[in-house]
């Protein structure tokens, strides 16, 4: 059985870094694009970054771009979220997912594996 195992995350202040790591627990031909979706209390899934595995594209949730920034391990399944300038409305309990390179990158549903979700609390 696959997992995505995550590491990470953690408790910061406004202003502040943290970054998140993803891999896959072994090689799935089937997992051509990978990024992260987070989601706070009371409030849907929603997708923060993606990264194409063979092209690299990336894609950003708006009031993420340019302050976020993810990244491939090599050519293994292994992501990197580096997260810059927090702010409180970031946090959120965060998810790795991986899926296929059809669909919309920032449908959840068009994701096949997830991983258990690691807390991102950034305080004011």
């Known amino acids: 059985q696959v997992h995505l195992v995550e590491s990470g995350g953690g408790s910061v202040q406004a202003g502040g870094s943290l970054s998140l790591s993803c891999r896959t627990s072994?090689?799935?031909?089937?997992?051509?694009?990978m990024g992260w979706f987070r989601q706070a209390p009371g409030k849907e899934r929603e997708a923060v970054a993606t990264?194409?595995?063979?092209?690299?594209?990336?894609h950003y949730l708006d009031s993420v771009d340019g302050r976020f920034a993810i990244s491939q391990q090599n050519a293994d399944l292994e992501v990197s979220l580096q997260m810059n300038n927090l702010k409180p409305e970031d946090t959120a309990m965060y998810y790795c997912?991986?899926?296929?390179?059809?669909?919309?990158?920032?449908?959840?549903?068009?994701?096949?594996?997830w991983g258990q979700g690691t807390q991102v609390t950034v305080s004011s």
């Open positions: 997912a991986g899926g296929p390179l059809y669909g919309t990158w920032s449908d959840a549903r068009r994701y096949n594996y």
């Open positions: 072994q090689y799935v031909a089937s997992v051509k694009r």
């Open positions: 990264i194409d595995i063979d092209f690299h594209n990336t």
